[in-house]
């Protein structure tokens, strides 16, 4: 049976670390032996070197990390798409008080365009279709209603919609399978003018 990685390193280290030996007391100065191969015992009782450029992986953040925002352009149709997750705490429909600041930072394009604004609530699938499209619509209103107390006394039309889970931007499910990055997409509110 073969020894987890971490102990067999954490015991290698601690084995061959002149630090120990009175070399580096210091434990913040970093032992220069650490960054060669470190030595790690196998099933058979035996050593091997180790590549730490072989050992460890690249992380492409990229393509873990959703995006919070997004914006399209349609013309002179703008429309800002802001997660859910931002704006809102799991399954409520008040606005979190860095939604509230995200939100004023856009009343003054808004202001400014002069347009019609629609703020449309968006789903994923999970749940009771009626419960999504009732959320998806009071988490329109919230916004909605923030909006228009930033841009009082302007002539500014805004108005709210819920969709539910009806207009998904990403796949809930892939082969039969639910996919966590879809659904995070899916919940969103958009922010046209």
Request: net charge positive.
């Amino acid at each position: 049976m073969r020894r987890p990685a971490v102990a067999v390193l954490v015991l290698a280290t601690v084995l061959g670390s002149p630090s120990l030996a009175g070399a580096s007391p210091d434990p913040r100065v970093p032992d220069p032996n650490l960054a060669r191969s470190v030595l790690t015992l196998d099933t058979a009782g035996a050593t091997r070197d180790i590549d730490p450029a072989k050992a460890t992986l690249d992380l492409d953040l990229s393509k873990a990390v959703l995006p919070l925002e997004e914006e399209q352009k349609e013309g002179a149709k703008v429309t800002v798409r802001i997660s859910s997750d931002v704006l809102f705490d799991f399954d409520k429909a008040t606005l979190t008080d860095a939604a509230r600041r995200r939100v004023s930072r856009l009343a003054p394009r808004l202001r400014e365009a002069g347009r019609p604004v629609q703020v449309a609530g968006h789903s994923d699938a999970q749940g009771d279709p009626g419960y999504n499209l009732r959320l998806s619509k009071q988490r329109a209103e919230a916004v909605r209603a923030e909006l228009e107390r930033l841009l009082r006394g302007t002539p500014v039309k805004i108005t709210a919609v819920g969709h539910g889970e009806d207009e998904p931007v990403a796949p809930n499910e892939v082969n039969g399978k639910d996919n966590p990055e879809g659904r995070a997409k899916n919940r969103r509110v958009d922010i046209t003018f």
